[in-house]
């Protein structure tokens, strides 16, 4: 085995059972807190997994009690829990407690970055959800801006773009199921973001381990719906000047964390080349799926290395190959999915990624499908059918 340390897992969906595929390869002992039969159990055969929920306080001690180390699949979780294991248990929690507990709160998250220099989006928190709070930050911001919750937020749930005042009463209505959850006080609900008019966005995933901050490649990312669609590695129809600039803005903005791991950050292109930083996720993200093929180390792996403290070089994480990933979202009908996933597997140099999860709602991520070539061209060419069928053009 690699590592004689076990890991303890928060969270078993997709992005577990990614991580298991590339733990299962280093005879790396994983331990999940999910519900039985969660996405990253069903590929994993021992018994030191633990049934309940990731928000389980007394599901997490016994997970801590357990294992080494303690990581994520998720950064929605009870941070208080892991500073008390961290502390009277002597788990590793990796990334660090503090970190997921900053980046949690996306307002938070922000301060923290522009306190230490690096460039996000201009935010202001509202002191409770009400048209006075959205009057006074729209004023200072100016509008269009994008009325953001502070927690509990992914795929778009938990945004709402406010273009006028005509939208604040249905901004404070879309946004207010959120303030009677988790007792939160009502200054912590909600914050307003500066419009970003971007050009493209971009995303790096960064690793983090004891002595040294890497990167990936800068990614472009397609969202649809808010939520992400596509990744196009290396960015298309970026120069290799902003793709550097990516990169080293994606490592200033994760050295400013404590601990160790893999982080997304997702990032603005604006119309004159300025970067700014969207959102960092403590975590393996959606757009760093197409590592598993197009990088000599994934970043599942890479945050495995990285949390145990085993060897990994910059040359890792260079990319071998022009590279397209598709999320294959839940769609109209219970089997759509599965329509896409069949013709993705008649075209050539195309992998399929179903995640057994079953029942397929609208807009749940069901798999993914990665295409490399030698060309990125080569690759459009190649996902063009199945593109084709998910929008619904397919002749
Ligand atoms: P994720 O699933 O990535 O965690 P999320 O729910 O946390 O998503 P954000 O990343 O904050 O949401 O925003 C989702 C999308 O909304 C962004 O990718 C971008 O397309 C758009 N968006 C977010 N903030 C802004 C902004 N300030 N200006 C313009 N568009 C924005
Ligand atoms: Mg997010
Ligand atoms: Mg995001």
């Known amino acids: 085995m690699a590592s004689d340390r076990t890991v303890g897992l ?15 390869l280093l005879e790396i002992k994983v331990n999940i807190l999910d519900a039985a039969g969660s996405s990253a159990k069903q590929i994993s055969a021992h018994d030191g997994h633990i049934a309940g929920s990731f928000k389980d306080r007394d599901a997490i001690r016994a997970l801590a009690r357990t294992s080494d180390v303690l990581t994520v699949e998720i950064e929605h979780v009870d941070t208080y829990i892991l500073e008390e294991v961290a502390r009277d248990l002597g788990v590793d929690v990796q990334p660090a407690w503090s970190t997921l507990r900053t980046i949690q709160d996306k307002f938070l998250q922000k301060g923290h970055l522009l306190e230490r220099g690096v460039a996000t989006a201009e935010s ?32 778009g749930r938990g945004n709402f773009p406010v ?55 800068t990614v ?28 080293a803005l994606a490592r200033q903005a994760v050295a400013c964390f404590a601990g160790k791991g893999v982080f997304g950050v997702e990032m603005f292109l604006l119309p004159d080349d300025t970067l700014l930083i969207n959102e960092i996720a403590p975590r393996p993200h959606n757009s760093g799926h197409y590592t598993i093929e197009a990088c000599p180390v994934s970043q599942y792996e890479a945050h495995l290395r990285a949390i145990l403290d085993l060897p990994l070089l910059a040359e890792d994480l260079e990319l071998r190959e022009p590279s397209i990933m598709l999320n294959i979202l839940g769609g109209a009908g219970p089997d759509s999915h599965i329509r896409i996933a069949r013709e993705a597997l008649r075209q050539r140099r195309t992998k ?9 709602r609208k807009g749940r ?23 084709a069928l998910v929008d619904g053009t397919a002749t």
């Open 220 to 247: 472009e990312t397609i969202h649809e719906d808010s939520i992400c669609k596509l990744t196009y590695a290396p960015a298309r129809r970026v120069s290799s000047a902003t793709n550097e600039r990516a990169q």
């Open 352 to 360: 399929v990624h179903l995640y057994g999860k079953g029942e397929a």
């Open 124 to 155: 202001l928190a509202l002191a409770e959800p009400s048209r006075a709070e959205l009057e006074r930050v729209s004023a200072e911001l100016g509008l269009p801006l994008m009325l953001k919750s502070r927690r509990e937020a992914y795929d």
């Open 163 to 217: 273009r006028t005042a005509d939208d604040f009463d249905a901004a404070l209505q879309a946004l207010s199921g959120r303030s009677a959850q988790g007792g939160l006080q009502p200054g912590d609900v909600l914050y307003a973001e500066k419009w970003a008019n971007f050009r493209m966005e971009l995303a790096v995933m960064v690793v983090k381990t004891k002595d040294q901050v890497l990167s990936y490649p």
């Open 365 to 387: 991520k069901m798999g993914h499908i990665t295409i490399c070539a030698s060309t990125m061209a080569e690759a459009e060419a190649i996902l063009a059918p199945t593109l």
């Open 10 to 24: 928060l969270g078993g969906g997709q992005l577990g059972r990614m991580l298991l595929q590339a733990a299962n």
